[in-house]
């Protein structure tokens, strides 16, 4: 039971629950403090994680299908050069595409059962928030194609999570939870197009139209990169504008010298796509880090990780300047 549980788990890319999480905690403590439903929140939880992982099973199923489709596509060649888990347990044969798809189909069907007790409970304003986020599930793969991928990411971890959740959890639309999710979106965006500069090469021979190729290269690309990350950290300054939170927001800079690090880990994979980082202390947590350098996908995983990481220490110090600011 375990062992298929861990597979499920790696199917699905559960490494990147974090992103849904962390995200959530940010704007679950936010609705704590002001008086929210915590059973609504912690169920609001359960719902994203549900759909997150559905939308990621769906997303390997349509880029593998789309992949057949292709007259040159060689299932041998492909996994040589395909990057870590994307699409690979299909194209080896280690699941079918009717199993693929049923797991995605039972992920979102829980997803459904989760958003339909809220709907009873908390009104109509769940339905506009599970409308938009099932749009952009079902939608997401396609979006991908066309230079869509992170405006839909942005979309499902800024305004429909973070003001969804204080929904539920309020029963009110707030202003302040708006503001709020802009530091995490941009982040989780950050993982999002990062992952498409690694995949320059893949994206692009797979007809892929992602913002990372439409540079010239990938050293390139990395000025959107450096954009985003300034981003985040001056949107922070809005949460005191608006009075929203106090001074403690400014906690999330000691995340600083982690972007700069990741900065510079992407322009060296831009460089040398073999190199692998060296794992540094603040680098946790990075699992499986032995099995994906005996797989020669360390590379690639560590910078995921890195990104990641940086999104969830960046979340819990936002976290700890909510309940400073406004519980203590």
């Not at 050069?81 to 049923?102: A, D, F």
């Not at 010239?216 to 949460?239: M, N, R």
Request: aromatic share 16%.
């Amino acid at each position: 039971m375990l062992q298929k549980t861990l597979k499920l788990l790696y199917y699905s890319r559960a490494f990147s629950l974090p992103m849904s999480i962390l995200s959530w905690m940010v704007v679950f403590t936010f609705g704590v403090v002001n008086s929210g439903n915590i059973l609504y929140g912690i169920i609001a939880l359960l719902g994203i994680c549900l759909a997150h992982l559905g939308t990621n099973v769906l997303d390997d199923y349509l880029d593998y299908k789309s992949l057949i489709k292709q007259v040159d596509f060689n299932k041998e060649e492909y996994l040589k050069q395909s990057q870590k888990t994307k699409c690979r347990y299909i194209i080896n044969g280690m699941v079918t595409e009717k199993k693929v798809l049923l797991i995605a189909l039972k992920y979102f069907l829980l997803a459904f059962i989760c958003g339909l007790f809220l709907f009873i409970k908390c009104g109509i304003g769940v339905f506009y928030f599970a409308m938009a986020g099932g749009l952009i599930a079902l939608l997401y793969s396609p979006a991908s194609r066309i230079c869509l991928s992170e405006l839909m990411v942005a979309l499902a971890y800024g305004p429909i999570l973070f003001g969804g959740v204080y929904y539920v959890m309020t029963g009110v639309y707030a202003k302040e939870a708006f503001l709020m999710c802009i530091p995490t979106m941009i982040l989780t965006v950050v993982l999002v197009y990062i992952h498409t500069v690694m995949d320059y090469e893949f994206d692009t021979n797979e007809n892929k139209c992602t913002i990372a190729n439409r540079f010239d290269s990938q050293l390139d690309s990395l000025v959107v990169l450096k954009f985003l990350l300034i981003f985040a950290y001056l949107s922070v300054i809005l949460l005191c504008v608006f009075d929203i939170l106090d001074w403690q927001v400014f906690f999330v800079y000691l995340t600083i010298p982690l972007s700069v690090d990741f900065y510079k880990s992407m322009i060296n994979y831009s460089c040398m796509p073999d190199s692998v980082p060296e794992k540094k202390w603040y680098h946790f947590p990075m699992e499986n880090l032995e099995t994906l350098k005996q797989n020669g996908e360390a590379g690639f995983m560590i910078r995921m990780y890195q990104s990641r990481n940086l999104m969830v220490y960046f979340s819990i110090l936002l976290v700890i300047s909510i309940i400073l600011s406004l519980w203590v």
